[in-house]
């Protein structure tokens, strides 16, 4: 797997990259897809994972959203960012697949991940102990931390882990939040609060997002 490429989300903002990409895409270029597959498959495979709870379903579910892109890029508006709608069409399908399967996996916090450190990803959420990562303790701490917090957020109900693993994880605002799951920026945020709340609870206050 390429190795992970992050792009800032700025909120409003359309990527003037992607944009060209896309418009390559609908003039038959498959090169310009393959860029945009190259730009953002960790982080929607790394989404699908954290949703769905299972790597090798993740992975599946990241190419599966990567086809049905291509498969209706024509009907991308581009009034948001492809990233966005990339997403919402990810999001989507580890969420219907979760729902499909109704059974609880257990996060690999040991085994191959292709490069996706569930400890790196979730101590994101735990700035408090990554603050001092040079030192050995630090970074022990830090490596236990995320494993805390990846077993809590599999714990959290399907909605409110859809908006930890975007707004905590990912990074996405609120609004990009509220068009992937169709919801009121309302809901999101009184979803978010929920959730923060409930890992708060399994976690400890030095320990939670938020």
């Given at each position: 797997m390429a190795k992970q490429t992050l792009v800032s989300a700025q909120p409003g903002a359309i990527n003037v990259e992607d944009a060209l990409l896309v418009e390559?895409?609908?003039?038959?270029?498959?090169?310009a897809f393959s860029r945009l597959v190259a730009r953002y498959q960790d982080r929607i495979v790394n989404t699908c994972w954290r949703i769905s709870g299972n790597?090798?379903?993740a992975q599946d579910l990241a190419q599966e959203a990567f086809?049905?892109?291509l498969e209706c890029i024509d009907s991308f508006q581009q009034r948001a960012g492809f990233y966005t709608w990339?997403?919402?069409i990810a999001v989507?399908?580890?969420l219907s697949h979760r729902r499909k399967t109704a059974r609880v996996v257990k996060l690999s916090l040991h085994g191959s991940d292709g490069g996706l450190r569930t400890d790196h990803q979730a101590?994101?959420?735990v700035g408090r102990v990554t603050r001092e990562a040079d030192e050995p303790s630090a970074r022990l701490a830090s490596h236990e931390a995320g494993k805390l917090v990846a077993e809590a957020i599999e714990q959290l109900d399907d909605e409110s882990r859809a908006v930890v693993v975007l707004r905590d994880i990912e990074g996405f605002d609120y609004q990009q939040i509220a068009?992937?799951?169709d919801l009121p920026m309302g809901t999101v945020k009184s979803r978010l609060y929920r959730a923060r709340m409930e890992l708060r609870g399994r976690l400890g206050p030095d320990l939670s997002p938020g």
């Amino acid at each position: 797997m390429a190795k992970q490429t992050l792009v800032s989300a700025q909120p409003g903002a359309i990527n003037v990259e992607d944009a060209l990409l896309v418009e390559q895409v609908r003039a038959g270029d498959m090169s310009a897809f393959s860029r945009l597959v190259a730009r953002y498959q960790d982080r929607i495979v790394n989404t699908c994972w954290r949703i769905s709870g299972n790597h090798d379903d993740a992975q599946d579910l990241a190419q599966e959203a990567f086809l049905r892109a291509l498969e209706c890029i024509d009907s991308f508006q581009q009034r948001a960012g492809f990233y966005t709608w990339l997403f919402r069409i990810a999001v989507n399908l580890a969420l219907s697949h979760r729902r499909k399967t109704a059974r609880v996996v257990k996060l690999s916090l040991h085994g191959s991940d292709g490069g996706l450190r569930t400890d790196h990803q979730a101590a994101r959420l735990v700035g408090r102990v990554t603050r001092e990562a040079d030192e050995p303790s630090a970074r022990l701490a830090s490596h236990e931390a995320g494993k805390l917090v990846a077993e809590a957020i599999e714990q959290l109900d399907d909605e409110s882990r859809a908006v930890v693993v975007l707004r905590d994880i990912e990074g996405f605002d609120y609004q990009q939040i509220a068009e992937m799951l169709d919801l009121p920026m309302g809901t999101v945020k009184s979803r978010l609060y929920r959730a923060r709340m409930e890992l708060r609870g399994r976690l400890g206050p030095d320990l939670s997002p938020g």
